[in-house]
């Protein structure tokens, strides 16, 4: 077990790493000259040059690569083109807003998921099961501001009964922050749903049809017992899987909601870093994201293996 | 699913089982769906010929006008006509978004094939970039490309394009390791065959259903990224009708009671990927189970 948890680790920094090639390349190489797209065209070439050495952009690309690479593993993200101000406490701030916003979309998306995949499992192939399916995959695959939209229209310019943005302002109580992230939320409740009640179906539906499962309905047991004892234990395995994953996508998908809720998370944080071309926080943004996907995927992974006996014992495959 | 499994078995049985793509146009989702994608298809071709008013004529005098018989879908700030406009905005999201799925499975179908029949390093090196850029959602990853590059409907294509390759490289590959086992690779190897004659001409077909159930998902994903950079104002012609720059240039006024601005491109992008959605999980559906 020690070893395939070591494996899975090793694996998740080979891919840290070239996600941060990839992220250098594009947010260093690519744009050309970051003193000239920080100055504007009518800039003079020698403000540009100054500009260009001060950020170390001048610099061989392996070492501004080092430099920026063994920075970020000490903490240290650079400092961002427009606020001229360490990336690293902004981000920290964002990533905090961000996850209260993810831990209350999760509160509502796991219950929801599960229960719905579950209901849909026990009437398969019938009306319940056609409905939870194609509303599940019709809701993951609409746009996050779209639903946004149709939710704003309704509730806070229709009915006029929750606030349109987000942000709740210093110092809110608890329950006035949770009624100003009750519109962000549902978009991300649609976009999540479905992939949730997918698998919480496709687990179920296999120990359903397991025999184990048989043997438990042939031995007498009421079909409540056997499903809340012996079905679902099983059927939720793959299932926490999948939500570890999510969470992963959860915050990445933040940077659509959080622009149209204007909510100071780390989608805006990079959103903003994006229009204001500032490229050491939109870098740091993106590498922030595949981080806490991947350490979301690995502890997925520990959890899995611990839940499951077959794999906790060690015993091969 | 156990429906679904339930009626080829029947038919197999019969002795008359119908071809896939009939199983297909049967399911009514499928029905629904295709005609969803054809009446967008046709705004896009001809939209600008049907469509009640010209949707780039500003009437700054009537601005913001609720929906009414004259505009069944209100005007905007500008006074230019929202049905109009939702109708020919059909055109550069059935643009970009096709396009880039292509160049992705074209691309994604041929290094598939690479790396499932020769393996080798490559493979290692192809799945670690796989897992990289899965690790981030592929709307960041394509918004850091635009950003450094600029937005254009080809910068648009290029980057979805080649961010799809690799992630359809993957499901291609994992297609064609289940055909070289198969008994007709080596037989074709026997009669001479080049390595890259088999490829192509022998396992290629066989996993063609993999591809085309691979580029209607990928689409789905397409228009929801392309749909979402131009909300995010990267569209690639701000004057030019496009459903996410529409949305993006007026849900700031939804708070001064005008919504119809911003409900009725978002309803048309919401029918759209499910209209693709309904097509491409019937098509999954009958290819996985038929």
Same mark, same amino acid.
């Given at each position: ?50 500009? #260009? ?15 920026? @690479?063994?920075?970020?593993?000490? /903490? ?42 579950? @209901? ?8 319940? #099961?056609?409905?939870?399916?194609? +509303? ?28 349109? +943005?987000?942000?709740? /302002?210093?110092?809110?109580?608890? #329950? ?62 793959? +299932? ?7 969470? /992963? ?22 959103? #903003? ?15 922030? @994201? ?28 | 699913? =156990? ?10 049985? %019969?002795?008359?089982?119908? !071809? ?16 969803? &994608? ?20 500003? $009437? &700054? *005098?009537? =601005? ?46 041929? *290094?598939?094939?690479? *790396? ?8 290692? &090196? ?54 070289? $086992?198969?008994?007709?690779? !080596? ?9 890259? $004659? ?11 259903? %993999?591809?085309?159930v691979e580029f209607t998902v990928r689409l789905g994903y ?5 749909? %979402? ?32 601005? =911003?409900?009725?491109?978002? *309803?048309?992008?919401?029918? &759209?990927?499910?209209?693709?959605n309904?097509?491409s999980d019937?098509?999954e559906?009958?290819?996985? %189970?038929?």
């Amino acid at each position: 077990m020690a070893r395939y948890l070591l494996k899975r680790l090793g694996l998740a920094v080979i891919t840290l790493f070239v996600l941060s090639v990839i992220i250098f390349f594009t947010g260093q190489v690519l744009p050309g000259d970051p003193g000239r797209a920080i100055l504007g065209p009518f800039a003079s070439q020698a403000a540009v040059t100054n500009l #260009d050495h001060q950020l170390g952009v001048d610099r061989p690309l392996l070492t501004q690569y080092w430099t920026w @690479i063994t920075g970020a593993l000490h /903490g240290n993200l650079g400092t961002s083109y427009q606020y001229r101000s360490a990336v690293a406490p902004m981000l920290w701030a964002a990533l905090v807003n961000s996850a209260k916003l993810a831990a209350f979309a999760l509160i509502l998306i796991i219950p929801l998921g599960i229960l719905g995949g579950v @209901i849909a499992a026990l009437n398969a192939g019938r009306a319940p #099961d056609r409905v939870i399916s194609l +509303t599940g995959l019709s809701a993951a695959t609409v746009p996050e501001f779209v639903s946004g939209i149709v939710v704003i229209v309704i509730f806070a310019d229709g009915l006029k009964v929750l606030p349109s +943005t987000a942000d709740a /302002g210093p110092g809110a109580s608890f #329950d006035t922050q949770l009624r100003y992230l009750l519109l962000p939320v549902i978009p991300l409740v649609f976009e999540f749903f479905g992939y949730i009640a997918r698998m919480a179906r496709a687990g179920t539906i296999e120990a359903l049809e397991s025999d184990y499962a048989r043997t438990a309905t042939l031995k007498g047991l009421k079909r409540r017992i056997v499903i809340t004892r012996h079905v679902l234990r099983n059927s939720l395995l793959p +299932t926490i899987t999948v939500i570890a994953t999510q969470v /992963g996508y959860l915050i990445g998908g933040l940077v659509v909601v959080e622009t149209l809720f204007n909510y100071h998370g780390v989608g805006l944080l990079i959103y #903003d870093a994006a229009i204001n071309k500032d490229f050491p926080m939109l870098e740091a943004g993106v590498l922030t @994201i595949g981080a806490v996907y991947l350490i979301a995927t690995l502890l997925a992974d520990v959890l899995n293996t611990y839940l499951n006996p077959r794999l906790r014992t060690g015993a091969e495959q | 699913m =156990t429906d679904i499994l339930v009626a080829p078995v029947a038919k197999a049985t %019969t002795g008359k089982e119908l !071809p896939p793509w009939r199983l297909i146009a049967r399911r009514p989702a499928f029905i629904i769906g295709a005609l969803i &994608l054809l009446f967008w298809i046709v705004c896009a071709l001809f939209g600008s010929s049907f469509a009640p008013h010209n949707a780039y004529v500003q $009437q &700054l *005098l009537a =601005t913001n006008q609720p929906p009414s018989a004259a505009h069944w879908f209100g005007t905007d700030q500008l006074g230019r006509d929202v049905f109009s406009r939702v109708l020919v905005g059909a055109r550069s999201i059935l643009l970009v978004a096709p396009l880039a799925t292509l160049l992705g499975t074209v691309l994604g179908t041929a *290094l598939g094939l690479a *790396l499932g029949y020769l393996g080798g390093a490559v493979d290692a &090196l192809v799945s670690r970039l796989v897992d990289a850029v899965l690790a981030v959602p592929a709307v960041i990853i394509v918004f850091l490309f635009i950003v450094a590059v600029g937005a254009s409907a080809v910068t648009e294509i290029v980057v979805i394009g080649f961010i799809f390759a690799p992630i359809i490289a993957r499901t291609v590959r994992s297609a064609v390791l289940v055909e070289s $086992q198969l008994d007709y690779v !080596p037989s074709a190897r026997l009669l001479g065959e080049r390595r890259l $004659q088999v490829m192509f001409t022998e396992i290629l077909p066989n996993v063609m259903p %993999t591809v085309l159930v691979e580029f209607t998902v990928r689409l789905g994903y397409a228009i929801f990224a392309v749909a %979402t950079l131009a909300f995010l104002g990267f569209g690639v012609d701000p004057a030019s009708p496009n459903w996410g720059s529409d949305i993006n240039a007026n849900y700031g006024v939804i708070g001064a009671g005008y919504w119809w601005e =911003t409900l009725f491109p978002a *309803l048309a992008i919401a029918s &759209l990927v499910i209209g693709i959605n309904l097509v491409s999980d019937s098509i999954e559906r009958v290819v996985t %189970t038929g």
